[in-house]
């Protein structure tokens, strides 16, 4: 009988190893750094700030001429914290406040019930393939700062992912869905 060759998941991944920068190194010698991005509610903003949002959108993809990837994690939340939280909240005496109240707090059951209600968040992922390490961080660090302004235009906020220990979480998130059911924070 003829044995399969199964892979461990060290062998299979690309990663080498996560600096202690927060930058990864994949085997292939070259670097990935993880941006994380604050979201806007698009459809609060009135029509002439969607419009401007878009056109700053247009300049991004116009002046990063280096390719990128944008990631968007999806996760299921669980609302049973806010609703204890608003039955905390709910023992005021104005009746209309209850009311609204209730109406919310059916709503928040619903919601957490059927299992539709998620968190999104957004990261932008670079990569450099230069030879050297030393330009290689330059460069990243080059890519993040004019994604950065761009993107501030839109109203996003850009945060560099600087730690080990956040990335790690973060690839683990991305890889092992089930055990990241419900967001913890």
């Given amino acids: 009988m003829e044995q399969k060759n ?74 049973t914290n ?24 059916q709503y928040l059951k619903q919601l957490n019930n059927s299992q539709k209600s998620s968190r999104k968040k957004f990261y932008i992922i670079l990569q450099s393939d230069l030879a050297n390490p030393e330009l290689q961080e330059d460069e990243l660090k080059e890519k993040y700062l004019k994604i950065k302004e761009c993107l501030s235009r839109c109203g996003n906020m850009v945060y560099e992912i600087t730690e080990k220990k956040e990335t790690i979480t973060l690839l683990q998130s991305f890889l092992q869905a089930r055990s990241f059911a419900y967001d913890k924070g």
């Fill in 82 to 105: 806010q609703e204890k939280e608003i039955h905390r909240l709910n023992e005021e005496e104005n009746e209309k406040i209850k009311k609204i109240a209730e109406k919310y707090l």
């Fill in 6 to 79: 199964i892979k461990s998941i060290q062998e299979w991944l690309p990663i080498q190893q996560v600096q202690a920068t927060g930058t990864i190194l994949l085997k292939n010698h070259t670097m990935v750094k993880i941006l994380k991005i604050s979201s806007i509610n698009f459809s609060l903003k009135t029509e002439f700030e969607k419009e401007s949002i878009l056109n700053s959108y247009k300049i991004l993809l116009k002046t990063c001429n280096f390719p990128f990837q944008i990631v968007i994690h999806s996760t299921k939340e669980n609302l």
